[in-house]
Nanobody
Framework: QVKLVESGGALVQPGGSLRLSCAAS????????MSWYRQAPGKEREFVAS????????NYADSVRGRFTISRDNAKNTLFLEMSSLKPEDTAVYYC?????????WGQGTQVTVSS
């Protein structure tokens, strides 16, 4: 079955950097667009970034463009999110997402907390 497992979340100071990973299994990872979403306390889940199957196209939310970089390693079935210049408002649970044959799949999430 489809499985998405995020890792890499942590407590980091403002201005710091962090790298999230999402290990995928149970489907043909290399042919699907993959995305990151996040959900802050008391807020709705929001789009962060997406990358097409062969990384030709990448899209970012305005709030993270220029600070975050999405990438993927199709040989290792892994999705990444490099985050830099982190701000307190980046604090959220970050989720890996895939839409596969008209079904939505989410990971369990990884907590990122930006605080001094």
């Amino acid at each position: 079955q489809v499985k998405l497992v995020e890792s890499g979340g942590a407590l980091v100071q403002p201005g710091g950097s962090l790298r999230l990973s999402c290990a995928a299994s149970g489907f043909a990872f290399s042919i699907y667009t993959m995305s990151w979403y996040r959900q802050a306390p008391g807020k709705e889940r929001e789009f962060v970034a997406s990358v097409s199957s062969r990384s030709y196209s990448r899209n970012y939310a305005d709030s993270v463009r220029g600070r975050f970089t999405i990438s993927r390693d199709n040989a290792k079935n892994t999705l990444f999110l490099e985050m830099s210049s982190l701000k307190p408002e980046d604090t959220a649970v970050y989720y890996c997402y895939a839409r596969i044959t008209m079904s939505d799949y989410w990971g369990q999430g990884t907590q990122v907390t930006v605080s001094s």
